[in-house]
């Protein structure tokens, strides 16, 4: 290890025990009361409103006409909406921090051979791309770990009472996780960092097969093991045939849609197991598990999402929404506002179980850029999966949009009905009105991810 690799080191070292740090306060959040969340996101609203019209060319010019100081969240709607597209095209002229530019940034992250810093105690990384185009996000020493404690802080009382030593002498957790590998990906950055340097996490790769996987984990045993929830439906597969060996206590599952379907398969192969579960994006965390295993709650101390429908407006608690904005409260080295994510939400409408008042996420029902448009007809292919999760042969799927119907690929454990699959697409197809609907279905033995390992279930046909 040369000098620099033992500098970067020791900044990694400095950065957990800063993230240790402000565990605690960021635990007792989670107790707040209405009162108390709504001044502290006003508050924090102004501060980072100040901020960006300060330090932003591309935001000042934009907010020219608001006054940060009498802000309130009913006002909300009067702050200019963006987009990936607009922060990355004007990413220079948001961003804050001293020197920052794109360029350097992109050549940076191009030749990242481990996490690293930059400009200072900075931190990049990049989004996947799931929806089409990565994302690069720039993060200060403080914000990356309200990113990560934000979303891990549910799990610290919970993490307590896990049964470690079933009554001999108490041991460390065994911990195990699935994501990007080395890579500028904000899964591997972010685990890299905060990883426990007495404790390290196994990092394993997205990128591989589940056949890959299985030895490592058996030969890891995690007592708490997280990975994207398209991993589940394999895994689960391998666990009841018995090649996968490991009971976690734990499965924590994030990044991306957790379907019901896979939470069952979870809970079937591991019946003992907790299962929890929450979304997140590189923007800005967003959510939390909640500790019953019962959906998420928005982090709203640190975010404020806003469920909208197709032109903009607030949805109800209990309605879908066709995407939200989302605004950072916390991150100052790269301002986001009121960014569009088309993400379909839907908040609960009631009180949660486990009394945290934080607004509960009943489920994020897949993304609004997954529908399929064939000329004025418009397909949303949540409702064509129906016919792939009757079949529980079938372990990883991926349906993409065809000039004039759908291409389904997919793996399985054992012979699927192909013939009822055709049936079943065609006809869901032929109830939006698409008229004699081509359809094919392909088993394969490897479904293409991307470079953060993630499996896109659904793929519009390219304009």
Known sequence: MDRLDIAIENMRALHYAHFCNIMPELVNRLSWSHKKIHEHQIAALKSMLRHAKAQ????????????PEAITLADLAQIPTMTKGDLMEHWDDIVTVPGASRSEAEAALRNMRDQFYIWGDNTLFTSGGTGGRPGIFVYDWTSLALNWGGMCRSMETYIATLPLANGHKPRRLRLAAVGAELSAHGSFVVGRVFSNPFNQTQMLSGWRSVEQLIPKLNAA?????????????????????????????LIACGGEHFPESSQKFAKEAWPATDILSCWGTSEAGGTF????????HISEDLVIIEPVDETGQPVQPGERSAGIYLTNLYNKALPILRYYIDDVFELDDKPCACGCIHKKVKQVHGRGFEKFQYRKTVVHPVTLQLAVLEQPQILEYQIRQTPSGVHLSYRSQGNADEGRLRCKLREALLSYGLGEPDVAVERVDQLHRTTAGKLKRFVPLLA
């Open 289 to 296: 598990p909640c500790p019953l295993g019962d959906g998420f």
């Open 221 to 249: 045993q995690p007592d708490i093991f997280s990975c994207y929830p398209n991993l589940i439906p394999a895994l689960a597969a391998a666990a009841q045939a018995g090649d996968l060996k490991i009971t976690p206590l």
């Open 56 to 67: 932003s060319p591309w935001h000042a010019e934009r907010l020219a006409g608001i006054d």
